[in-house]
């Protein structure tokens, strides 16, 4: 079956970085668009990226543009996002996802999370 972990998160100052991983297991993980969705504390899910299969197209909210890279590796089924330049408001809970063939296809699997915590 279609397994997703999480892992990376903590705590961290603003300034500060952290890379999340996201081991997949049970599909072709080459084949799907992949995504990062975070859920702040008391507030809804909010989209943060999405890379598509091959890895070269990526896309982001406006809030982490220049300071998150999302990334994947096909041959290890793994999909990360580099965070940089933390801010507080980006403390929350990073599920990823796993997407269809194409970005509006919508989210069929997804992770437990891992919570990021941005505080001095």
Do not use: H
Not at 10 to 37: D, E, H, I, K, N
Not at 42 to 50: I, N, Y
Not at 79 to 107: F, H, W
């Amino acid at each position: 079956q279609v397994q997703l972990v999480e892992s990376g998160g903590g705590l961290v100052q603003p300034g500060g970085s952290l890379r999340l991983s996201c081991a997949a297991s049970g599909f072709t993980f080459s084949s799907y668009v992949m995504s990062w969705v975070r859920q702040a504390p008391g507030k809804g899910l909010e989209w943060v990226s999405d890379i598509y299969s091959g890895g070269s197209s990526t896309y982001y909210v406006d809030s982490v543009k220049g300071r998150f890279t999302i990334s994947r590796d096909n041959a290890k089924n793994t999909l990360y996002l580099q965070m940089n330049s933390l801010k507080p408001e980006d403390t929350a809970v990073y599920y990823c996802a796993k997407g269809g063939l194409a970005r509006s296809d919508p989210l069929d699997y997804w992770g437990q999370g891992t919570q990021v915590t941005v505080s001095s």
